[in-house]
């Protein structure tokens, strides 16, 4: 086809419009990207000096030189001792449930819009959840068991779309070949869907984790108290973790300026951790996929 | 006379040899509202390879699934009539699947291993079925691979990756899984589609061997690999057998003319 | 009929016409060589052995046609009885043209010698034969499997005009000795044309075999 003046014009309209759309992209990314990076130096310029590691393995004081970290670290690592079991034995059975067993009706479909529901729904919603539930009518006051048990609430439903997604993701020829060696259900799901679909669990709850170690609301209503705690020794102590300290430190900075260089050092702290788990979940989700 | 007399003899023989395993009587099957199978009647002989033969759709897909009632695994499947496998009705209440498919072993249109290694494929049948003692499982492994030719390729790597293995020998590890429960039946389900033509030809003969201990139904698009295969040959067209013959007066002289037409590539 | 192997169909039609057109020269050249007989028309036998090369060469394209068919189409069914018979057919319709030149080769024997006899028996027999040959070509053109029965009748009568041919010729040896190298030319003849008739029978037996499935002896 011949191309005529007409037709040049509109292919140069065309190329300039797709130029013009690229680069805004590119500009409204930059945007995001620079407060990210703006929020980064300035914690780590205010933090990294406090960084140390005394810090790390220091017992919480009111004085900011001598103040550290280590009662809050027990405390986040006793948390997730409660919620990872807890969220991994619900979550993957209820999965199991939904995927495997249970019939595609109507029972089915309202499950499975509530879970769907529930992963939007926001923290401090739970929070207020255990503090009626756990804390009041278990008396189980502020400790980890009701923190924990709040927090494993509050990921339940990533847990759990996160193993239905990993479960849904083994080839139903698989099951089809089990079920054809005259195999129970049972034995399929133990002998040939959990293992492939492990990594996707595992994946799921690493990052359910990552969220519970990084959630503040919860805890915040939950009522930790305001105090220097002693490093807690067992799951029915109070305790505070990362994200609460990180809480307290920056409110009380008004009355001590340092405390908001021990709130950046424990935000960087936070940030490994997270990174850490992450990179983990990354790891395990890349070297897994897809064997079949 | 006494040709006559042998050749009786010989009648008798073929025919005790030939007890019916798998006896379908008047079997009909609808995918909800739509009838995917339209009183179905067939008899398959011990020992005796059956292919099932049709245009895509016509429903021997179906029929070969609903033979180990793999075909109930799709939740609006519905079935009336009778399946008798050894004169016991499959589709009867007290006859769990479980039981019916260890003695009606299936192996699948795509090569479908475990991604496990090649040993836990094959051991991975008598271990359901509560086998424990490892020297009886390496023994059971060992005499479905030879079985299923595939010994001699796999036997110094057993502990590798089953999807190490080509198509072919996927499949062939895939029979040898199924022969490891040392089912009555065996169904195949177009088992040579995926693979190239140099493998489909080690299946074919391998079937030809398989057929010495074990009945064989199977279901196939390619039309000289029935011919090649089978004893008998069942044409299925919209869900119902147009023909069930002995496979050489199908192929050669087959008595409708829908089937004529189909195996001579005139439609379908 | 429904059919998406437009391809192979046409390959089969040609073989089809090939056949007839190869029954059309042996029935002329089977005509010919009795008429150049009775006429003593040693330019027409000779024609008739050169034209034989004809037939051979459809022979062949016959065979390779139906060899390559076989080979790329895998052809079942009656398919495969089409290339099956087109073989056989083409064969026998050879060994006809064959002992057209036979009688052709007789007669340039005779050469100008006058015959011993006017002859009655040998035209009625070729005509005989020559009708055979007409009607079982078109018994494979029709796939009349009744018009092959009826064809394949007639091989009575023309082994009834050989036994009579035979002793009638047997006589005269008899009578006159001098008669004999003429006579046994003749009675090779009239087994020639009795060959013929049994091709023509086999011809009968390949359409029935086509159309039904099974070769019945029509012998």
Known sequence: MKQNTDQMNRMKQRLLLNNLMKHSFLFLTLIALAVLVILIVQVFTQGIGWLDWNFLTSKL???????????????????????????????????????????????????????????????????????????????????????????????????????????????????????????????????????????????????????????????????????????????????????????????????????????????????????????????????????? | MIQLMEKEDAATAADQRNEIVLDTRELNLWYGPEQALKNIALQMSEKQVTAIIGPSGCGKSTYIKSLNRMVEMNPLVRITGQVMFKKRNIFHKNYSVEELRTQVGMVFQKPNPFPKSIYENVAYGPRIHGIRKKKLLDEIVEKSLRDAALWDEVKDRLNENAYGLSGGQQQRLCIARTLSIEPEVILMDEPTSALDPISTLKIEELVQELKQDYTIVIVTHNMQQAARVSDQTAFFLNGEVVEFNDTVTLFSNPNDQRTEDYITGRFG | MPTNRQQFDDQLNTLRSALVEMGRKVEEAILNSVKALKETDLDLAQQIVDQDVEVNQIEEKIDEIGTTLIATQQPVAKDLRRILTAFKMASDLERMGDLAVDISKVVMRIGNDALIKPLVDIPRMAEIVQLMIAESIQAYMEENVDLAYKMAKMDDEVDHLYSQILR???????????????????????????????????????????????RPDLN
């Open chain 1, 61 to 292: 004081s009111l004085n900011p030189d001598r103040a550290g970290i280590l009662g809050v670290i027990v405390g986040t690592i006793l948390l997730m001792v409660v919620v990872g079991p807890v969220t991994m034995l619900l979550g993957i059975c209820t999965a199991i449930y939904l995927e495997e067993y249970a019939k595609k009706g109507r029972v089915h479909s309202f499950i499975q819009t509530n879970i769907s529901n529930l992963a939007g729904v926001p923290s401090v919603i739970f929070g207020l959840l255990g503090l009626t539930v756990f804390s009041r009518m278990f008396n189980l006051g502020s400790s980890i068991v009701a923190g924990g048990l709040t927090m494993s609430l509050l990921v339940l439903p990533i847990v759990v779309v996160a193993s239905q997604e990993a479960i849904r993701a083994v080839p139903q020829f698989l099951r089809e070949a089990s079920y054809g060696m005259g195999a129970t259900k049972w034995q399929t799901i133990r002998r040939i869907v959990l293992p492939a679909s492990l990594p996707g669990i595992l994946t799921g709850m690493i990052l359910s984790l990552s969220r519970a170690i990084g959630e503040t609301a919860p805890l915040v209503v939950l009522g930790i108290p305001v105090l220097i705690m002693p490093v807690p020794d067992s799951l029915m102590d109070d305790f505070t973790a990362l994200p609460i300290q990180i809480y307290y430190w920056t409110l009380d900075a008004v009355l001590t300026a340092e405390y908001a260089n021990l709130a950046a050092a424990t935000i960087i702290v936070l940030l490994i951790v997270l990174f850490i788990m992450n990179s983990a979940a990354i790891f395990i989700r890349n070297k897994f996929q897809k064997r079949y």
């Open chain 3, 168 to 214: 009638e010729l047997f006589v005269f040896m008899v009578d006159n000795p001098k008669t004999v190298n003429q006579s046994l030319l003749l009675c090779f003849v009239s087994r020639y044309m009795e060959r013929m008739a049994d091709h023509a029978t086999n011809i009968g037996e390949s359409v029935v075999y086509l159309v039904r499935g099974h």
